[in-house]
């Protein structure tokens, strides 16, 4: 007699309906997507209040705004996803500009009797060296001699924002467009130019976004990030690399941050060593309210971008209708607690929703550095 059991065969309908078997959660999806319900809001809101909100050339300019924004709060993510934090990224805008700017300005070399000046190329990629270096010494203190990662890029904010206030005597670099004749023109190019009128911040964002959100999605390293954010020893022990792992993050941290330096003084065509203040706490605000945990192991580039938008759009929103700075202030602070509130709920939501099956254990393959090491995880 045959006992096999009949095969089941599902229609085309299946998906659909397996889609919308437990219901439609309204709750669920707004916090899921509130950055981007926020950003339309925004939108909404400030394109009823000026006319010129929503113009195409606001719309671009504002963007353009954003960028630096963006490309800071890519970095930041980076690190947060592996469970720290970088206070220096601010700091190192403003000391990566002045790098630049006092390179454009020739270096002496008395021995010599002459004054260099280098090309631009050559002070984009010495002012991006430095910012790396910045990250990898944060690397260094954090993995190799466990210094809190709060303490450690504390301590840089303030060693990195003293150095580059010694190097001008807290002046500022002015005219950084260049000379001809001296072969460094082209300094403003990053600030000003646009391809098919879009700004050239915007389209580096674009760039590094798609960029990040490969190397988090796709690659073993992206996996690393989010393994040893999550749970740092069960990482160590599944024979992730966590040391060099958090080398690496705060070396694309201080390079994103060396990047926005470089937009911003190109924008400028000034390097002024107190740029950038406060601009750390912009990078973790939107990467909190694109959804990011602090504690590590949950974000993503998509989040972030939007949170960058939703901070972006409502600073330049509140300036165009012309509420005051302090209000401005206030309005922003309001946005962030309302961000990490919304975060705790959604968390706590997955943990105890009615819904969730109870953990079960699970046999996973984890890439190392050298072989595939088995380990045994808890799934949600």
């Known amino acids: 007699m045959n006992t096999t059991p009949p095969v089941q065969r599902k229609s085309f309908t299946a998906p659909l309906t397996d889609l919308f078997a437990d219901g439609f959660d309204l709750r669920e999806t707004l916090l899921k997507g509130r950055a981007f319900f926020a950003l339309i809001v925004i939108i909404i809101i400030f394109g009823f209040l000026s006319p010129n909100y929503l113009s195409v050339n606001n719309l671009l300019q504002m963007s353009a705004h954003v960028a630096v924004f963006a490309i800071l709060a890519m970095g930041m993510l980076m690190v947060i996803l592996n469970g720290g934090i970088d206070l220096s990224v601010g700091s190192t ?18 021995a010599f009797g002459i004054k260099l000046f280098p090309a631009v190329w050559v002070v984009v990629i010495i002012a991006l060296a430095s910012g790396a270096l910045i ?19 504390l301590g840089m904010l303030y060693v990195v924002r003293g150095a580059a206030l010694l190097i001008t005597g807290s002046l500022t670099y002015p005219d950084l467009q260049g000379k001809a004749e001296l072969g460094n023109t082209g300094f403003n190019w990053l600030g000003f130019n646009r391809i098919l009128e879009v700004p050239i911040g915007v389209i580096i964002m674009l760039v590094l ?5 490969g190397v988090l999605n796709r690659t073993v390293f992206g996996r690393w990030i989010y393994a040893s954010g999550g749970n740092e020893r069960a990482a160590e022990l599944s024979g992730i690399p966590v040391k060099r792992v958090q080398i690496r993050v705060y070396v694309i941290s201080g390079l994103c941050a060396a990047l926005s ?17 406060t601009y750390e706490l912009t990078a973790i605000a939107a990467v909190v309210i694109g959804g990011a945990s602090l504690a590590g192991g949950r974000g993503t580039i998509r989040g972030t971008l939007l949170g960058a938008f939703v901070i972006g759009f409502l600073s330049d929103g509140l300036v ?6 302090y209000w401005q202030m206030i309005f922003k602070g309001a946005v962030i607690v309302l961000a990490v509130l919304l975060n705790a709920v ?20 984890i890439p190392s550095a050298s072989a595939e090491v088995t380990a045994t995880k808890i799934v949600d």
């Open 135 to 153: 990250g990898y010494i944060n690397g260094i203190l954090i993995s190799r001699f466990k210094v809190a990662p709060f303490v450690a890029t």
């Open 93 to 110: 805008v403003g000391f990566t500009g002045i790098i630049a700017g006092a390179l454009m300005q020739g270096i002496d070399i008395p």
């Open 320 to 325: 165009i209708i012309g509420v005051s700075e």
């Open 346 to 365: 959604e968390y706590k939501a997955r943990k105890k929703g009615p819904n969730s099956p109870p953990p079960t254990a699970s046999v996973v393959t």
């Open 209 to 213: 976004a798609l960029y990040f959100s």
């Open 261 to 277: 330096g470089i937009i911003i003084a190109s924008e400028l065509t000034s390097a002024n060593p107190t740029a950038g203040e």
